[in-house]
């Protein structure tokens, strides 16, 4: 029996993602999205986005 910490690839890992999704993937999918969001937000050079011009820039 090995010691080593599981590490993605691994089969205790690989049985997590297939019962579970890829948690790691989609946290780095929602961060990366709110990043963007926040970015946009945040900009002071653009005028704001109403709410459907700003759903739809999302679908981008």
């Not at 080593?4 to 890992?13: C, F, L, M, Q």
């Not at 993937?25 to 700003?54: C, I, M, N």
């Amino acid at each position: 029996m090995s010691t080593h910490p599981s590490r993605p690839g691994s089969p205790i890992y690989d049985q997590l993602v297939e019962e579970h999704g890829d948690v790691i993937k989609e946290a780095r999918r929602l961060a990366e999205l709110t990043h963007r969001q926040a970015d946009r937000v945040l900009r002071w050079d653009t005028p704001s986005l109403g709410f459907a011009e700003w759903e739809d820039a999302e679908r981008t």
